[in-house]
Structures are given as C-alpha cells and as structure tokens.
C-alpha cells in the first residue's frame, strides 16, 4: 500500500480525477429553480405536493384517483429522462480531465464571508439587533409547552429576520423557522416526503456539498484505500454497501483496481438501498448498477452485481447477500446508518443493533464506515432541537465560508438537502423521523458490542489525508486521528468520523 501511496497521491488518484469529475453535475440548475419557493414563507398546502400515503410508504403502484394512466404514463417518461440524463452525466465523469471542467476545490475562498457574529445579527429591513438562536430556542420550548399563541408570535419575528438567500445566521433560522411552523401544523411528515428532490437536484446538491469542503472527498478516499488494501492480493472482492445510492464512491476504486499489479480481481457489489416511490421502487439502485457495469467494461474490471431494495435493512437475510467462499468481503455504509432507527423509536430491538449483528455474521474482512457525528437522538424535542441548532450552526457558516451566497448550487444544497433534515429533526416523531445522529463514541460501542475490533489506519494513509485537508482548504476545517477514527468538522465542532473494523 505504501507503493501505491506513493504513485498516487490523494489529489492524483481522488480530488483532481476520476473524483472530480465523478461530481461533474452541469445539469439541473434551471429545474432546481422549480423546487425553490418565491415566497420566504413555507408554503403548506399539502395537495399541491400530490403527496399520497402509498407514495410516502413506497408501495409499487401509485396512481390518482383521477387520471391513474394519465398520472403512470407521465411518471415513466420522467423516471426514462432522469435515467438517461444522469447517465449521460456519469458518462462524461471518467474522461474529465484536469484542466478543463474538473470540479474545483472552492474551500480556500476567502472573501465569502458575511462577517457575522454567531449570536446577535441585525434584520433585514431594520436596524434591530436579535439573538436569533434564543428566539429560536425560546420558540421551540413555547411550542413543546403547546403555547402556540406565543410560538406563532416569535416565528413570526424570526421571520422578518430571516432569509434562505442571507447570511449563514438567516438562513440557519429561516430552516428552522419552516421546522416549527410544519410542527405546529402537523404537516412535518408529509413535507419531509414532499420535498424528495429529483435526480438532478440531487446532482446538482452533490456536487456543491462535495466542493465546499473535504469531508466526503476524505472519507471516500479513506473507505477505498483501506479496501484497496485488504484486497491487495485476492482474485474475488465483494463489497457489500448499505445505501449504494447513486454509487459514487466506487469509480474509482475500479480504476484503482484495474491498476493492481498481476491484474483486477473479479468485483462483486452486492447495493442495498431503499425503495423508491411510485411504480418503479428498485429505479435507482438498478440504474447504479448498469452504470458500474459500463465502468468495469471500460477498465476491464469483471463484474457482478447484486441489488437489494428493502425498506427495513435489518431484514435482510444473510442469503440474500450471496457469499461466496474465499471471496475477500468488505462492507461499507457512508453516512447512511443514521437513517436506522434505534432503541428510542422501538424499544429493545434495535434496527441499528440488528443490521450490525447481520454485518458481524457475514464476517467481513473489513467494515469501513462514516458516520454524522451529533447528539441529536433525544427523544425529548427541545433537547433535540438545541442539539441541532449547534450542529447546523457549522454546516451554515461552513457553506457561508465557503460557496457564494447566491451561488444556485448552494441554495439548492440547502433547501433541499440541510432543509429538508431539519425538517425531519424537528417536525417529526417517532418512526418518521429519519435523522437519528450519534456521535463517534456511540457507534464505536454499538460496533465494538456487535463483536468487532478497531482496524489500524495505515501511517502513510493518515499523512496524506491530513495533508490533504490542511493543503489549499480553509483553515478552520477541523481533521485529526482519533485512535481508529479519521474526525472531521468545523471550526472545533466535530461534524463526521470515519473508521474501518475487523471481527474480534
């Protein structure tokens, strides 16, 4: 591995490649402008997101009442365009090259900045100075205290001092404005599911979230490093990933792959994934796996797919996994197992110790995985909601530090992506909310009581990393080892960790 390392630098092998151009998303700007609400006021009107329950549980076959083939005929034009669209997207990602129309790394931008005070920040329209964050955290205990008089009173202040397209403070209170107002009218839920982007909106998100800064670029260079190496030597790899998505992280360890001296092993992916609304639930993961297929062919990779579409992944069976013996299996999940639900949602057993439990059978070796790191797991809601204004607070001011403020990409990112798990957090209970965060230290005992043991980071893996993350990027991201853990964040404030395990 150390030889690799050494022909292969993070920035030639990840950043300034295969990487780069894997988050080459140039479409989809002007059907963002779509999703984006004129008024600053969350619009509530529940019928004009046609959202029906079979669509939020994902059953097979939606139609409406009034014109079901009407409504299936459309569907499956737009489900064929977004197909071949963000095909021919990840198409061009392997032969983009450096100098032309590689993403660029836009953390090092300095004159972003709004220069504003975490606390206080003036409105908009006035010369009045107000603590947004204990308005907010004020509105919430007045909602949970089912004041809602009160609570209607300060979201309507915290709405005249803020904006999705202000500072990093404004636009942190006017998402979490949208939060408690969707709580207080009990339409969370069905806004969380309404406000799904479409393909290209979650192109377009990629691509601004994985240029603002180094997080994911890091952790995805890290997971197929350590895999690389525990491969180094076997004629079969099987990675098995839990919430493959749009499979983004797998180009280029294929490339890398095909580059292995005595030549590639054959690939195995087994991608699991959720389902998909409406009449087409196994879509995405399908359509993922065509798209790795093309890029084995093109690296001569041999290739395998298996694709697994299930709402409940701790009911998957290790079956349906299809090991073969002597194959070398690695496991990997980015960022996805906190969208498990736990112990607080459904008592003893708990989903996330079940789908570890099932990882601990298959006895991989290795698990590499990324995590959010937060408390804001709390059942109690405005011990939550503070919680997630911290957390948020970062990811704000990050974003404000690091993209334009009226960049479309970048508002975008926010409404639908960091909106939109605000929106979960705090409109919604129980096992509707997704967003389930644990830090670190959590998921290190959860993982170490599955029956796993911390796997070693190679010297020469971290130096690079923390090179990478110090060389060009803004010096207030936060990188540092943590034993096993490669920890991520923002201005001291921990914001994801990754780590890599073996069967005890």
Known sequence: ????????????????????????????????????????????????????????????????????????????????????????????????????????????????????????????????????????VSCAQSVADADYRAAKDKLQKIRQHSSPTGDANQRLANYFADGLEARLAGSGTQLYVALTPNNTIIAEMLKSYMSSWPWMRLSIFFANRMIYEVASNGASLHVIDFGILYGIQWPTLIRDLSQRPGGPPKLRITGIELPQPGFRPSQMVDETGRRLAKYCEHFNVPFEYNAITKMNWERIKIDELKLVSGEVVAVNSLVRFHHLLDETAVGADSPRDAVLKLIREVNPHIYAQTVCSGPQNSPFFVTRFREALLFYTAIFDLLDATLPRHDNQRLNLEKEFVGREIMNIVACEGKERLQRTETCKQWQSRIMRAGFKPMAVNPRLAKKLRYEAREGYDKDFLFLEDGNWIIQGWKGRIIGGSSCWVAA
């Not at 780069?20 to 969350?42: S, Y």
């Open 1 to 136: 591995m150390d030889a690799f390392l050494s022909a292969n630098s993070v920035s030639k092998v990840f950043f300034n490649d295969d990487a780069e151009a894997i988050l080459q998303f140039k479409r989809g700007v002007d059907d963002a402008n779509r999703f984006l609400h004129a008024n600053k006021h969350l619009v509530i009107n529940l019928d004009n997101y046609l959202v029906s329950p079979d669509l939020y549980n994902g059953k097979k076959h939606y139609h409406s009442d009034k014109s079901g083939s009407e409504e299936e005929s459309r569907s499956k034009h737009c489900a064929v365009y977004e197909d071949i669209e963000l095909s021919e997207v990840f198409d061009k990602v392997l032969l983009c090259s450096d100098d032309n129309d590689c993403l660029p790394r836009v953390g090092t931008q300095q004159n972003t900045r709004s220069g504003h005070k975490r606390h206080l920040k003036k409105g908009r329209d006035s010369g009045e100075v107000v603590d947004l964050e204990s308005l907010l």
